[in-house]
Every structure is written in structure tokens, then in C-alpha cells.
């Protein structure tokens, strides 16, 4: 994908093929980034995206605490609900979710993406963050509210800093269901202008031509903020997955 991002339309499908390139080329990259259509849809990506990330972390946390530290009418149905939302496969809410947002006048919106992304990411970070914290001692707790710290205190002044790891391989989870997610971004969204990275890609695909280059360089650009995310907090990543799997 990246050789070929570097290539002419033209020299992609030359036979024999080559590896390497003769007239290495960023003519796809600046076709691009040079486009504010085009450069539009990376905006998209990033806002619906990083929203999606940061409204799922703030809710996943706050139900995770009530569902580890606190016994309430209904939490074991509640705690059903969230299980049974992730076996329900995606694409059959894909017309009802389409005649919601349109009802509800959402349609071709941030706001419409984002509520859509944050059904299929919050039961996941829930279910980790729940597990998450269900592997922090009860004494943090306990130990804060001796010293005249309340719930909300106790959980962001101390719980929150030490189970960053799990918050940290959630959020990356997030982003990445968010950024590659395709099928409700193409459904949910009518002008170009709304179009997230996935969608673009497919644009590129025209009646008559692909452009394969452009299609190239694209994809490697789509996939850099995911690359990034991962080699940055790789370590954190890896110990929330392994952290929030069993309970001592």
C-alpha cells in the first residue's frame, strides 16, 4: 500500500510488476491534502472520532464505579442489557437507526454519528472498565472518604489516575471502532461535506477509474493516527486487556 502510494495510476498495473518504483512520486499525497474535500474528511474522522472517545471514557467510567463499588435495584438486568447489546450484529439496526435519525432531525450530523458510534462502544468499555476497577481494592475508596473525599472525588482523584492503563486500551478501542467504522457513516451521512475517512476512500472508486494511488495514499494517512495511538500507548494497551480479564 505504500509503494503503491508512491506510484503512477499507470505503473501500479505494469507487467512485469515492480517492487520498487522508478519515478518515486507524492504526487497522490498532494492530490490529497491539496483538495479541502478530501482534506475535509480527515476533519470529520478526527471530531467524530475524538467525541465519540471522550463522551464513551467519561460514561464508561462513571457506570463502571456504580456497577464495581455500589448494589442497586435492577444491576444485574442492567448488566444484561449491556451484554446482550453486543451480540446483536450491526447491520440489522442499520434501518432503524436511519429512521431514528431522521426523526429526530439528525440526519447528515455530527451529533447523529457520534450517538450511533457510542451504542456500539459503550457496552465494550463498560463491560472492560467494570472489570477494570472490580480488580482495585475497596480500601482506596474506603481510605478517601476516612479523609472527607466524596464518591465522585474518590473515583477522579484516585481511581481514575491508577486505572489509566484500562482507560487507556478502552479509549484506543474507541477511536479505532470510530475511525474505521463505515457502514452507518455511509447510511448517516448524505453531503460530502459529513463524509468520514472510510467513505473518502470510497470516492475515490469512480463509474469509469480507480484511482489507485490517491486510494493509497489515503489509506496510509487514514491509518497513521491509529498507528500512532498504538506505538505511543502500546504498554498501557496491552496491561488494560490483561488487567480487566481476571478478578483476584
Do not use: C
Amino acid at each position: 500500500m505504500l509503494i503503491s502510494s508512491f506510484k503512477s495510476n499507470s505503473e501500479i498495473f505494469e507487467f512485469p510488476p515492480r517492487i520498487l518504483t522508478e519515478s518515486f512520486s507524492f504526487d497522490a499525497y498532494a492530490t490529497i491534502l491539496g483538495d479541502p474535500t478530501k482534506v475535509r474528511f480527515f476533519i470529520n474522522s478526527y471530531v467524530v472520532s475524538l467525541s465519540v472517545t471522550v463522551l464513551t471514557l467519561i460514561v464508561a467510567i462513571l457506570a463502571a464505579y456504580a456497577f464495581s463499588r455500589y448494589e442497586f435495584r435492577f444491576k444485574k438486568t442492567l448488566n444484561m442489557i449491556i451484554v446482550s447489546v453486543q451480540a446483536v450484529p450491526p447491520i440489522t439496526l442499520l434501518i432503524p437507526f436511519f429512521g431514528l435519525m431522521v426523526t429526530l432531525g439528525l440526519y447528515n450530523t455530527y451529533a447523529g454519528l457520534i450517538l450511533t458510534y457510542m451504542v456500539f462502544t459503550l457496552p465494550y468499555a463498560i463491560i472492560m472498565m467494570t472489570g477494570y476497577f472490580n480488580t482495585l481494592p475497596r480500601e482506596l475508596d474506603e481510605a478517601a472518604k476516612v479523609d472527607g473525599a466524596s464518591s465522585m472525588k474518590a473515583l477522579w482523584g484516585i481511581l481514575v489516575p491508577i486505572a489509566t492503563p484500562g482507560i487507556v486500551s478502552v479509549g484506543i478501542y474507541t477511536f479505532m471502532i470510530s475511525w474505521n467504522e463505515y457502514l452507518f457513516a455511509l447510511t448517516l451521512t448524505r453531503t460530502e461535506d459529513m463524509r468520514t475517512v472510510p467513505i473518502g476512500i470510497q470516492l475515490l472508486m469512480g463509474q469509469h477509474s480507480f484511482e489507485w494511488n490517491e486510494m493509497m495514499a489515503m489509506s496510509i494517512l487514514g491509518a497513521i493516527p491509529v498507528l500512532i495511538l498504538f506505538l505511543f500507548f502500546q504498554r498501557y494497551f496491552i496491561g488494560g486487556l490483561a488487567a480487566g480479564s481476571v478478578k483476584s
